[in-house]
């Protein structure tokens, strides 16, 4: 029933709407295109790389070759491996100290709060870049330089989630919290099991943001980690391209494709739990 | 299971505004107490105050006698329901019903997400508290919904399963902070009956919180109005009704709202000035006596409009000094009235009269009570 009166709508589109979904397929394809080449040559033979035409599809299919070698002749499922400790470990840290700090701005009163706000949002201008070499010197010192601990430890307060949970913690209504004082639960308990689980969208949305970042981050695995079996994807892969098959577009595309498999997918399938999440906080 | 209730000049400020401003109060033990109000009245910050959920700048509250003031909201014994419900969204009504239970009974890691259902010897607990999450949503009639979240609720079904986690603690004190007004007007009559005979059932304390002095003059064993974060009377519904202690709670209560004319009108009427100290001469729409040749003031009127309500009718009229008064008459009378050039006498017995000095307060009446004479031979006393 809808789905026919969608369609009656959809012969009504106007010369405007029009224009605008063009502009947005030209946008989707310039930012679909580099995905095509990578995905594209991992599958096509080294000679077709440098001829003048562009084909479209491999002219000679390599199939599963440039995997097969990218998987046996380096660390790949290693490099993925660290990407998944040190992302789930730092998003993990994040949550476990931003929404405690989130509720205390967002829902007590006491005195220097604002100013504690203004910090945070100050802290939000402050980029990785500007602490890197006290952290790093900080590391050293400690001995702690090429851990995962060093990885991780520089992201593990983020004001960015501070600010984003206090928003939402803020919209969360005072008589619920308030009946559940009154119900006899400990503060923990309100914040973890009443409020926590109704700011679930926004948790999730900085969860993927979090996870995408520090899965792609390549600026502070570079300076702090050194050793093969600790290094992030995109690391590796910048290693892996540098140094040992530097002339082998295939497998190092076969490379990039496995590594951001991962995220892609994830992706894919989260969207509609995302979409679902947030059209039911829309119910009160 | 009920408990006295003493509020001992409770005071709140927020900066340099008081919200409340020595409130005292004493609610006996069983009692249905109304605070009532217009809004911004402090009327919810005392109840907020009562239940702990914030604390007073100065006073004490006691619960049976002993102070309650560093108790924290759980340890008070109190049930609050509020005016949004405040429902946890995220769980059934079971399981909001059940939550007060799970809360005091089951120890804390047997209430951890999921790895408390694996420690041991809770499952007795577990079926006492469905059983009397069961029996109390019985008791409401919600035991059909048990299963649902509350976003699938209706607003009544909601403020049931409110009640019914406010009731299955079986709390001593219940607070209830206006739990009617978001609903429409007939569930609103409706429940008015189910929360007093909930009340009866229970013979808990009850304060309650409303706006609607319908809700109040109803419902209660006493009413206490609120204006400006102070109680200006405390009494029975009747009482306020008929003799209130200050012009605003007179005028806050009834409907329609009381007639007040000033002194200068009224010494016109009667003939006879009145003695300094009182300015207001209120009196209800029912003193208001159409029949001719009735003892008491005469006074000649105008007629505005009338309004048909079924049972009764209201007059509105204007006196010969340009003063609007309301009357309220049975319509038998009404249909039976003689009205020439949209003239009409009316007269009004002194004894109905409430007289009020400069500041509001209540003060004696001018008029001797056993002088039922004409208007022209009133004698004024002065007091």
């Given at each position: ?38 995905l ?19 002219q ?27 992302s ?5 840290v ?38 890197a070499?006290?952290?790093?010197l ?29 928003q ?59 050793s ?42 989260a ?14 | ?82 005016q ?34 694996l ?125 209130p ?12 709202e ?25 009196f209800r ?39 609007e ?17 949209g ?5 009004l ?11 509001g ?7 001797s009570?056993?002088?039922m ?8 006393h002065?007091?």
């Amino acid at each position: 029933m809808s789905k026919t009166r969608q369609a009656g709508a959809g012969m009504r589109y106007t010369l405007g709407q029009f224009a605008s979904h063009a502009f947005l397929l030209a946008l989707a394809f310039i930012f679909m295109f580099p995905f095509y080449v990578m995905l594209v040559t991992s599958f096509r033979a080294p000679q077709e790389l440098f001829t003048p035409e562009f084909n479209w599809l491999p002219q000679v299919f390599t199939g599963a070759h440039y995997y097969i070698e990218s998987l046996t002749a380096t660390p790949v499922l290693t490099f993925m491996k660290n990407g998944v400790i040190i992302s789930l470990g730092i998003l993990l840290v994040q949550l476990l100290t931003a929404i405690p700090c989130a509720y205390a701005l967002a829902k007590f009163e006491f005195r220097g709060r604002k100013l504690l706000f203004a910090i945070v949002i100050f802290a939000l201008t402050v980029p990785i870049q500007v602490p890197a070499l006290p952290l790093f010197l900080g590391l050293n010192a400690i001995g702690a330089l090429d851990t995962y601990f060093a990885a991780m430890m520089p992201f593990f307060l983020s004001v960015f989630a501070i600010f984003l949970f206090r928003q939402s913690f803020k919209s969360y209504p005072d008589e619920i919290i308030h009946a559940a004082r009154l119900d006899g639960m400990s503060e923990w308990a309100i914040l973890w099991t009443i409020v926590v689980p109704g700011s679930v969208p926004a948790i999730a949305a900085f969860s993927v943001f979090s996870l995408t970042s520090h899965w792609n981050d390549l600026y502070w695995p570079m300076i702090v980690i050194r050793s093969n079996e600790l290094m992030t994807p995109p690391l590796g892969l910048a290693y892996f391209a540098d140094s040992e098959s530097g002339e082998n577009y295939g497998a190092l595309m076969a490379t990039a494709t496995i590594l951001t498999a991962p995220l892609m997918l994830a992706f894919l399938f989260a969207q509609r739990q995302f979409i679902r999440g947030i059209t039911m906080t829309g119910v009160k | 299971m009920s408990a006295k209730v003493e509020l001992e000049n409770i005071e709140k400020s927020y900066g340099a505004t008081q919200t409340l401003r020595s409130a005292s109060l004493t609610i006996e033990a069983g009692e249905f107490m109304t605070l009532v109000g217009p809004s911004g009245c402090g009327k919810s910050t005392l109840l907020r105050i009562m239940a702990g959920l914030q604390p007073q700048s100065a006073g004490e509250i006691r619960i049976d006698g002993t102070s309650v003031d560093h108790l924290r909201p759980r340890e008070r014994d109190i049930a609050m329901v509020f005016q949004s419900y405040a429902l946890y969204p995220h769980m059934s009504v079971e399981q909001n019903i059940g939550t007060p239970l799970r809360v005091r009974r089951l120890p804390t890691a047997v209430r951890l997400p999921v790895l408390g259902r694996l420690v041991p010897g809770q499952r007795t607990a577990r079926r006492e508290i469905q059983e009397a999450v069961r029996e109390v949503a019985d008791q409401v009639e919600i035991g059909h919904l048990l299963p649902r979240k509350p976003a699938a609720l209706s607003g009544g079904q909601r403020q049931r399963v409110a009640l019914a986690r406010a009731i299955i603690r079986n709390p001593k004190v219940f607070l209830m902070d206006e739990p009617l007004s978001n609903l429409d007007a007939r569930l609103r009559v409706t429940m008015r009956g189910e929360i007093t005979s909930l009340h009866r059932r229970l013979g808990a304390t009850f304060i309650y919180v409303t706006h609607d002095q319908t809700e109040a003059m109803t419902m209660s064993d006493r009413v206490a109005v609120m204006m400006d974060g102070e109680i200006v009377q405390c009494a029975s519904p009747q009482e306020l009704y008929t003799n209130p202690q200050d012009l605003r709670v007179a005028r806050f209560i009834g409907s329609p709202e009381i007639n007040v004319v000033s002194t200068e009108e009224t010494a016109r009427w009667t003939g006879q000035p009145l003695p300094d100290g009182i300015a207001h001469i209120a009196f209800r729409p029912e003193a208001i006596d159409f029949t001719p040749k009735s003892a008491g003031i005469g006074v000649d009127a105008r007629l505005l409009r009338h309004e048909l309500l079924g049972h009764d009718v209201l007059v509105f009229l204007q006196t010969d000094q340009g003063t609007e008064v309301t009357g309220r008459i049975p319509a038998a009378q009404w249909s039976g009235l003689a009205v020439a050039d949209g003239q009409i006498a009316f007269t009004l017995r002194p004894e109905a009269l409430l007289a009020f000095d400069p500041s509001g307060k209540r003060a004696p009446l001018p008029f001797s009570p056993d002088g039922m004479m004409p208007a022209d031979r009133m004698l004024s006393h002065a007091s």
